[in-house]
T-cell receptor, first 109, second 114 residues
Framework: DVKVTQSSRYLVKRTGEKVFLECVQD?????MFWYRQDPGLGLRLIYF???????EKGDIPEGYSVSREKKERFSLILESASTNQTSMYLC????????FGPGTRLTVL | AQSVTQLDSQVPVFEEAPVELRCNYS??????LFWYVQYPNQGLQLLLK??????LVKGINGFEAEFNKSQTSFHLRKPSVHISDTAEYFC????????????FGTGTKLQVIP
């Protein structure tokens, strides 16, 4: 079975804090993705990576950055968290078919 | 660029009744189509997919979908729903080829009423 784990299920941060969300996979897959999910908006792609140290902007990269130093780990970074970044964050791996982690529900106060 | 539309944000249905969740896509080239399901407080999991071949695709938990190229649709159906089918369902499209982005619809919440 494919296993995609995310570092936290729930996270509460304050405005202006630097936030790290981590995603780890056990499938040795090249492609990894970060989405945010908001009611009525579905999933929107923030960033993706198709190899170590490679990254591509998705549809809504503003306010976010990513890091992929090792193949199995893909980190999403909020440099200075804001209240409009309160959301569910989902990590996924795969090519056409995507396999998702359980999600991190981030609240920024 | 491809896009996908799920017109119904919520669909209530009685237990053991049939259900259809609608999905329409837009693309000028051939696409791959997917349905994912998200149970409360969980990530998404694949329900079924169409890559090529037979237009009727069967998935897990008794769901099926039919690819209709002329109507650019990929509607999801189940002949008899169960309480445990209560979840949010997402349609998704990609051009394929490994490095292509996947575009998701806005989701349809299926509420099964006992």
């Amino acid at each position: 079975d494919v296993k995609v784990t995310q570092s936290s299920r729930y996270l509460v941060k304050r405005t202006g804090e630097k936030v790290f969300l981590e995603c780890v996979q056990d499938m040795d897959h090249e492609n990894m993705f970060w989405y945010r999910q908001d009611p009525g908006l579905g999933l929107r792609l923030i960033y993706f990576s198709y190899d170590v140290k490679m990254k591509e902007k998705g549809d809504i990269p503003e306010g976010y950055s990513v890091s992929r130093e090792k193949k199995e780990r893909f980190s999403l970074i909020l440099e200075s968290a804001s209240t409009n970044q309160t959301s569910m964050y989902l990590c996924a791996i795969g090519e056409d078919t995507q396999y998702f982690g359980p999600g991190t529900r981030l609240t920024v106060l | 660029a491809q896009s996908v539309t799920q017109l119904d944000s919520q669909v209530p249905v009685f237990e053991e009744a049939p259900v259809e969740l609608r999905c329409n896509y837009s693309s000028s080239v051939s696409v791959y189509l997917f349905w994912y399901v998200q149970y409360p407080n969980q990530g998404l999991q694949l329900l079924l997919k169409y890559l090529s071949g037979s237009t009727l695709v069967k998935g897990i938990n008794g769901f099926e979908a039919e690819f209709n190229k002329s109507q650019t649709s990929f509607h999801l159906r189940k002949p008899s729903v169960h309480i445990s089918d209560t979840a949010e369902y997402f349609c998704a499209v990609t051009l394929g080829g490994g490095y292509q982005k996947v575009t998701f619809g806005t989701g349809t919440k299926l509420q099964v009423i006992p």
